[in-house]
Nanobody, 122 residues
Framework: QVQLVESGGGLVQTGGSLRLSCAAS????????MGWFRQPPGKAREFVAV????????RYADSVNGRFTISRDNAKSTVYLQMNSLKFEDTAVYFC???????????????WGQGTQVTVSS
């Protein structure tokens, strides 16, 4: 298991930017693929982006592709989500997650952070 702590959420206007960070406690951080998920109000948790353990590969949900960028700094055991051109529909609680299997569904991840709220005002 990995302890994950997200930060960087907040209130931003449509078209603005935010950068989320997720700090991991594990020494074996480089063993894990790291994902970002979000849960809009009243909806199920959904995939946003994932970066492979090495950092060499990424994948994005269609809804954020071209606007969001996931990256990781293995020396700092931290994963980031740079969010640009934010839209009202990006409003959600954002979670980072660690997994040993590369995937886009929540059940493929074994460790989760507590979440950080992102609110985009229209």
């Amino acid at each position: 298991q990995v302890q994950l702590v997200e930060s960087g959420g907040g209130l931003v206007q449509t078209g603005g930017s935010l950068r989320l960070s997720c700090a991991a406690s594990a020494r074996a951080f480089t063993n894990y693929h790291m994902g970002w998920f979000r849960q809009p109000p009243g909806k199920a948790r959904e995939f946003v982006a994932v970066v492979t353990a090495s950092g060499g590969g990424t994948r994005y949900a269609d809804s954020v592709n071209g606007r969001f960028t996931i990256s990781r700094d293995n020396a700092k055991s931290t994963v980031y989500l740079q969010m640009n051109s934010l839209k009202f529909e990006d409003t959600a609680v954002y979670f980072c997650a660690a997994g040993s299997i590369l995937g886009t569904t929540p059940d493929m991840y074994h460790s989760w952070g507590q979440g950080t709220q992102v609110t985009v005002s229209s």
